[in-house]
Each structure stands twice: as C-alpha cells, then as structure tokens.
C-alpha cells in the first residue's frame, strides 16, 4: 500500500474523519478514481493522508477530492434499539395473516 498526502488550502468539511474513503474526480479523463481509506487528518497545515493501494496515483491539482463514509463503520449492526410486534385475532372468524413489512432508517447519526 501507498500513504498519499494531500494539502488543501480551504477546511474541510465538518463531517470528515479518520476511516472515511477518500475519492478524486479527474477533470481530464471525467473518471472517479477510489485512493482508500483516510488514515490521518491534520489541521496545522490542513492535510488528510490516505492508504492508498498500489498503483493509485495521487490526485493533481485541478482535480476534485471528495469523500464517502466507509458502510461499514457506520452502520454496520443495530446498536440498542429493537421493535417487537405481537399480533392478535380478537374475532372468532379465522383469519389468515398474508404479509408483514417494516422499514427501518438510521435517524441517531
């Protein structure tokens, strides 16, 4: 693996952290290039440094850097919160149940 550091002369992004996937978009091919996960982020001069794999190049100067939030670290398991259903027939009919959905987000991040 290769460590690619990168300076930038404006803040980063609030959201950023350590183990987010750091992208570019290079401006000359139009293609979206994945560099790895971030592994260092520093303030005094604003850098990130990415674990990069082999043969990535770094990104140049008029491309755009960006990043994705790695799935697995932030929403990898339930984390305390569960539901329970029960279901009844009050009527002395029979009734038959066909189908049962749900829908779950994440709305504590």
Do not use: C, H
């Not at 850098?47 to 799935?71: C, E, H, L, M, R």
Request: aromatic share 12%; net charge negative; hydrophobic share 40%.
């Amino acid at each position: 693996m290769a460590n690619i550091t990168i300076t930038f002369t404006n803040p980063l992004p609030d959201g950023i952290q350590i183990g987010d996937i750091a992208w570019y978009s290079n401006t000359t091919s139009g293609t979206e290039v994945e560099m790895g996960p971030i592994t260092a982020i520093t303030s005094n001069p604003i850098t990130i440094s990415i674990d990069a794999a082999a043969g990535v190049q770094p990104p140049s100067v008029s491309d755009f850097v960006f990043y994705v939030k790695n799935p697995m670290t932030t929403v990898s398991s339930l984390k305390g919160y569960y539901a329970e259903a029960q279901f009844r027939n009050n009527s002395p009919a029979y009734g038959e149940l066909f189908s049962v959905g749900s829908e779950v987000f994440v709305s504590s991040k």
